[in-house]
């Protein structure tokens, strides 16, 4: 499917740093609860994310992570998420975050 410059400038993709995480014993999958600092305009946002088999969550705070920010909040179990933490799968499926390769402000828009 080809979608418009347009359909794409919709999605709202920011830069964010995470400022907290824990663990999330209650999802169905190994996940980790996130709280993410996208700046003064943004402010910070509370997501979770199946993350575990690569990362602590010493190794998560203070990493830079991108993120769709412009999704409605969704319930999941006792978390509601504010945000859509990006990444790729690796060869086994486990998630691997997409975040700058140098620090760049907060709240920077992908283009």
Do not use: C
Not at 12 to 31: L, Q, S
Not at 83 to 89: I, T
């Amino acid at each position: 499917m080809t979608i418009t410059y347009d359909d794409f400038a919709r999605v709202d993709i920011r830069v964010g740093r995470i400022t907290r995480a824990e663990p999330f014993p209650e999802a169905r999958k190994p996940a980790y609860r996130l709280w993410v600092d996208f700046g003064p305009g943004i402010g910070e946002k509370r997501s979770s994310a199946q993350i575990t088999k690569h990362y602590t969550i010493d190794q998560l705070i203070g990493r830079q992570v991108l993120a769709v920010v412009n999704f409605p909040p969704r319930q999941i179990g006792p978390v509601l998420s504010e945000v859509l933490v990006l990444g790729l799968p690796d060869a086994e499926g486990a998630v691997v975050l997409v975040g700058p390769e140098q620090e760049v402000p907060l709240g920077g828009k992908l283009f």
